[in-house]
């Protein structure tokens, strides 16, 4: 690898891992009281850390991709909007899941709703949860699907730096007690 190449790599591994502390923040403060799983994953002691599933990091890295975490862009094409860039088709296909008419086109520029519609669309098209699968059903595009699954291959790999950290943390605590108990 050249030079240059090995830098840009460090660059964008560096602007990840501040993306994914804001990301985290961003969607901590907006969906801590969706579902019971997050509130389960809030209740934990501190030092017991909680971390995304893949399919809570895929959304994340579908929300990167669309918006930047930016629930009203300025470049939408005029018949997406919100944070996942929810089209009319897509609140109609929510709506016609759930058999009534519970969202409107306006709760597209709302994130909780956008991520209530997401998990609509994605729980009846993709039970299974396949992460491959999310990224297609809400954008078929080829070069979009690469984009996005490079961005969560990287929010996987910090996350698994960070159980790393805890785990070393942890070891490290561990033995400071037994060398504590020892004298």
Known sequence: MKKSEIKKEFTNIYFL????ILMLMLISTQ???ITQDIIK???QP???LTYLTEFELIELAIIWQETKFNPNPKYSDGESEGI???TPIYVKECNRILGYNKYTYADRKNPLKSHEMFLVVQNYHNPEKDVKKAVKLHNKGKRYFEEVMDRYNCLKL?????KFKNKYRETIKVN???QSSLF
């Open 176 to 178: 400071k007690e037994k």
């Open 17 to 20: 891992f501040g993306v994914l």
């Open 46 to 48: 501190a030092y017991k």
């Open 41 to 43: 994953k809030i209740d």
């Open 158 to 162: 910090h996350q698994e730096i960070l």
């Open 31 to 33: 969906l801590l009281f």
């Open 84 to 86: 996942l860039q929810i």
